[in-house]
């Protein structure tokens, strides 16, 4: 910081964090940091927000944000059957579907999760669409699911039709996938789809995805996938967006072992260090911050510093003053 106070050239923070699930946008954030470092670093800055996202909530706003391209908006059903409206974003010949905007963790209160009952009937209806539609090529993001389906649900709405043994046909669900003996996919729809994944992890196991779409898509649609933060990142250019920065600041809600599994901040942290700009990430909170492994994962990762604006408060009050323990946090650390 020396440096930028001694020189007349502008110092170039560029700001690229996910979300704050449930209290922080990714442009919120990138809003409170570029007021932040002008109130610390006056004139001397220039800040420049990118949204980006890994693959869950976010990712369709991160792309419409930074690449031309247009909202579709369609009639969908959520996790639980209930009519919902949502909305995909198109890019030329190419369509990008959130699952969490139809059956997302988000649009289901805590009191209502059931995962035997929960479906993707609604992402495979948004598939559908854009298939209609005529879109040659489909990303679908595969994060924030409220499903533990494996994508029946989804595979349900593109025309499978599944049957248990007795030849009954079976709604897709959670809890009817131990009861399929047969399926028809002599009417499957099968559009071209590219999984965006926000973590790489196991199907099933101690550390198995929730979820299993992905695994749907890949079987029944033979869907090719990408680590969803470097495609997101790619899409919007951001190599060239950090040419001649002096500082990355990236981060998330809550910081764990899965963050490691490539979720955003990991994507943008490796896309700085190999252009060598030094990379701050800023979190809620970091899941084991005392744990040797974590930190030095994070490290190995090109973070340089790390920096939590909840450590040791109530969560509902850390919800409730996610913008100010933001703001304060990004000034306290430039101050140093």
């Known amino acids: 910081m020396n440096r930028m106070a001694d020189s007349g050239d502008l110092f170039k923070i560029v700001i690229a964090s996910d979300s704050f699930k449930g209290s922080l946008t990714s442009k919120e954030i990138a809003r409170i940091a570029s007021s932040a470092a002008k109130d610390v670093l006056g004139d001397n800055c220039e800040c420049l927000g990118v949204l980006v996202a890994d693959g869950g909530e976010g990712t369709v706003e991160a792309l419409l944000d930074a690449r031309p391209g247009r909202r579709i908006d369609v009639r969908t059903h959520d996790a639980l059957g209930r009519e919902i409206s949502a909305y995909y974003g198109a890019f030329g010949d190419t369509a990008v579907i959130e699952m969490a905007k139809a059956s997302g963790l988000t649009l289901i ?68 996938l131990e009861k399929i003996a047969r399926i028809d996919v002599s009417d499957l729809v099968t559009p071209d789809v590219t999984l965006l994944c926000d973590v790489i992890s196991p199907l099933t196991g101690e550390h198995g995805a929730a979820g299993g779409l992905a695994a749907g ?96 408060i109530p969560l509902d009050e850390a919800m409730r003053n996610a913008g100010k323990n933001y703001y304060e946090t990004v000034c306290e650390a430039l101050r140093r």
């Open 109 to 176: 209160k805590p009191s209502e999760r059931d995962l035997l009952r929960a479906s993707t009937y609604g992402t495979g209806e948004m598939l559908l669409d854009a298939s209609v539609r005529g879109f040659n090529k489909i990303y679908l993001t595969v994060g924030g699911s409220a499903t533990n389906d494996g994508g029946m649900g989804a595979l349900e709405a593109l025309g499978a039709i599944f049957y248990d043994e007795k030849g009954k046909r079976l709604t897709g669900c959670g809890g009817n």
């Open 217 to 312: 898509m890949m079987c029944f649609l033979n869907a090719d996938h990408r680590v969803g933060i470097d495609a997101v990142l790619d899409l919007i250019g951001f190599d060239e967006l950090i040419k001649g920065a002096d500082l990355v600041i990236t981060g998330e809600g809550r910081t764990d072992v899965q963050t490691l599994g490539m979720k955003a901040p990991m994507g943008v942290a490796l896309r700085a260090k190999k252009a060598g700009v030094p990379v701050w990430l800023i979190s809620g909170i970091v899941d084991g911050a005392d744990d040797s492994s974590i930190r030095a994962g994070l490290k190995d990762y090109g973070i340089t510093d790390i920096f939590e604006t909840s450590r040791g």
